[in-house]
């Protein structure tokens, strides 16, 4: 660790309180010479990529071996005619730059095609071992992978890493909810500043997850920031649309999906009352949208937008009519019809499966369950749950990975991202009150070990401590909250959302009552998950 071959080359970068001071590379220098050698101050932080093994890598190869789940793990070497410029994993990681991005900086500067590039560039990999190497009056240094400390595969104490996991998101939150009540989208640590992206759906998840946290901790701060945040929200994006119909209007439209988070967030809130006009008619208009065919139309308006985001707003829109149904409002409709619109988005599901819907259409079914105590709510949660478990990805390279939901064999599922895990795992953790209710024990241990193995990637995924917020010089604005991905360090409010509420699901589990006898036998999928999981190592 502290003496590289005489030839090894080593990024720095000097930082102090995130922020660059110098950096470079230098050679032959052992890690306990570097803070001397590079001038660090006391206070400072130095960074470091110890290069390794270089490969030369084909042009025609850069996507495959420079992937985005490489990234931040290797380096890039890119030269052209007696330049060279290296791209250490540490660097790559603290600016959020991506392989293809890092080398079209390069072929910019030069002014050179990629064409050009191919025929008298050359590219190289090299491994690279990761350090930081703080003020040693205050700490030794650490090894760093992808530029940050890893999280343990399976904890002793689950409850517990759940627990971390919601205060960090809640004392996020807290810290980024403005005086207005406003909370910010999307932030991009590394240029400090927000996103100018919007998402009113999202929006609202925010909203929803920080009501529900203030009720679990008896939190009257939070609970009044929970609705100065829901008030803002309402007065930016709610509208009249006449015939005692309302809905959540963006720019881009009105989404099924936005009315239907905005009433789960109002029934959620501590003081709903103040807003019971808007709740009446957010619920007029979804129930404008109910569709004899497809259970729900997706849009408001514009019409050539109707059908887009149907596997994720048809099972909001359900959840919110049970919710409403479970609290005993007046406009909730009665349950023979959640059952008709239900089983019309079943027939669409079986003919066409798509994970986006799982979540949202099993915590639907979990509630109409619990309000009703019907089976084909319960068995259908179930089947679906059993469908998604093998989409976990868990004993892979790199293992920071292990726990996210992502099918590499189906990009068109989508890309992997912080908001479906966590989504995911809300889904998941009310298939396992089913289960424990209706005393299937093969599923729930089936379900409990995802949950677990989605909370380590859920934790990866949070900022934590000085050792993953190293290179950021405005810390508030990131401290609890969830990067996109191990490699993307953009952070999202409905990313934090979706792995609070599931967190808060698994800290209190939705307390159920079970018919006198079960659901039924496993599935297929389930039943080869299952297997697997028995016999495999539990690390």
Not at 53 to 64: K, L
Not at 112 to 118: A, G, P, R, T
Not at 397 to 420: E, K, M
Request: glycine share 8%; proline share 5%; with cysteine.
């Amino acid at each position: 660790m502290d003496r590289p071959a005489s030839n090894a080359l080593t990024w720095f970068c000097v930082r102090h309180h995130g922020a660059a001071r110098a950096s470079g590379w230098l050679q032959g220098v052992a890690l306990k010479d570097l803070r001397k050698n590079v001038h660090a101050r006391p206070g400072d932080t130095v960074e470091a990529s110890v290069a390794g093994e270089f490969s030369r890598v084909d042009t025609a190869q850069f996507a495959r071996v420079f992937s985005n789940c490489m990234r931040g793990v290797i380096g890039m070497e890119a030269s052209y005619r007696g330049e060279v410029v290296r791209f250490a994993p540490t660097r790559m990681i603290a600016s959020n730059f991506s392989f293809k991005r890092a080398l079209d900086s390069f072929l910019e500067d030069r002014g050179i095609s990629f064409d050009e590039f191919s025929v008298d560039g050359r590219l190289r990999s090299f491994t690279a071992r990761q350090f930081l190497l703080p003020d040693p009056k205050k700490e030794r240094p650490v090894s760093l992978f992808r530029g940050s400390t890893p999280v343990e595969p399976m904890p002793d104490r689950v409850p517990e890493r759940a627990q971390a996991l919601a205060d960090g998101i809640g004392k996020w939150l807290m810290q980024n909810l403005s005086a207005d009540g406003s909370l910010p989208y999307k932030y991009w640590p590394s240029q400090g500043k927000n996103s100018p992206a919007d998402n009113a759906i999202r929006r609202f998840l925010g909203t929803l997850s920080l009501a529900r946290l203030a009720t679990l901790r008896g939190d009257p701060a939070m609970g009044e920031g929970a609705q100065r945040n829901l008030r803002f929200n309402l007065n930016r994006y709610f509208k009249d649309l006449g015939d005692g119909r309302g809905a959540i209007v963006e720019e881009s439209g009105a989404k099924l999906g936005a009315a239907a988070l905005a009433g789960l967030a109002i029934l959620e809130c501590p003081d709903r009352e103040e807003f019971s006009r808007e709740l009446a008619m957010l619920a007029a208009g979804i129930e404008s949208l109910v569709d004899d065919r497809l259970g729900f139309r997706t849009f408001f308006f514009p019409a050539e937008r109707d059908g887009e985001n149907w596997n994720f707003y048809s099972g909001e829109a359900l959840l919110f009519w049970a919710e409403a149904l479970r609290r005993g409002m007046s406009f909730a409709p009665p349950v023979e019809r959640c059952a008709t619109v239900s089983e019309r988005c079943r027939r669409i599901h079986r003919k066409k499966r798509n994970p986006a819907f799982v979540p949202w259409h099993t915590q639907a079914c979990t509630s109409l369950f619990a309000h009703t105590g019907r089976r084909e709510f319960a068995r259908f949660a179930l089947d679906i749950s059993d469908w998604l478990l093998p989409m976990q990805q868990w004993d892979i390279a790199p293992a920071d990975l292990a726990g996210r939901f992502y099918n590499p064999n189906r990009p068109d599922f989508g890309p992997p991202h912080a908001a479906s895990t966590g989504a995911y795992m809300e889904g998941l953790a009310d298939a396992a009150a089913l289960a424990r209710a209706l005393g299937d024990g093969v599923r729930l241990e089936a379900y409990e070990l995802a949950l677990h193995r989605g909370l380590r990637s859920l934790r990866q995924l949070q900022f934590r401590s000085l050792h993953d917020t190293y290179y950021i010089s405005r810390k508030k604005r990131v401290e609890g909250a969830l990067r996109t991905e191990v490699y993307d360090n953009a952070v999202r409010v409905d990313s934090a959302a979706h792995a609070l509420l599931a967190a808060i699901k698994i800290l209190q589990p939705l307390e159920l009552h079970s018919p006198q006898s079960g659901i039924g036998g496993i599935g297929g999928a389930l039943r080869s998950t299952v297997s697997f999981l028995r016999s495999a190592k539990r690390s």
